[in-house]
């Protein structure tokens, strides 16, 4: 069973840096795509950064293209989300998502989600 697991959120000031890992636990050679999205409490789920397993295909939401970057690692299964200059905007729950098919910011595309990892920026 394919099931990506979060990690790395935390509690930092504006302007820090964190890192977010999800590694795919059960990929299959099908795997196409890892996608983070966020979720802030009252607000609808927003799109953050998608790349296929090779590295070859990335997208960045508008809101964080030039602050977060993110890395396929693939023969380790992992994907990270390097976030810089945080803002208190960006506090919001990150999930993960694996899919087969390039899907981009499309968030039905995607077959499997973690849990999510709580990022929290203070001003």
């Known amino acids: 069973q394919v099931q990506p697991v979060e990690s790395g959120g935390g509690s930092v000031q504006a302007g820090d840096s964190l890192r977010l890992s999800c590694v795919v636990r059960?990929?299959?050679?099908?795997?196409?795509?890892v996608g983070w999205f966020r979720q802030a409490p009252g607000k609808e789920r927003e799109f953050v950064a998608a790349?296929?397993?090779?590295?070859?295909?990335?997208l960045y939401g508008d809101s964080v293209s030039g602050r977060f970057a993110i890395l396929s690692l693939n023969a380790k299964n992992t994907v990270l989300l390097q976030m810089d200059r945080l803002k208190p905007e960006d506090t919001a729950i990150y999930y993960c998502?694996?899919?087969?098919?390039?899907?981009?910011?499309?968030?039905?595309?995607?077959?499997?989600w973690g849990q999510g990892t709580q990022v929290t920026v203070s001003a």
């Open positions: 790349v296929s397993w090779t590295g070859e295909q990335t």
């Open positions: 059960g990929r299959t050679r099908d795997s196409y795509t």
């Open positions: 998502g694996e899919a087969i098919q390039w899907n981009g910011m499309y968030y039905p595309g995607y077959q499997h």
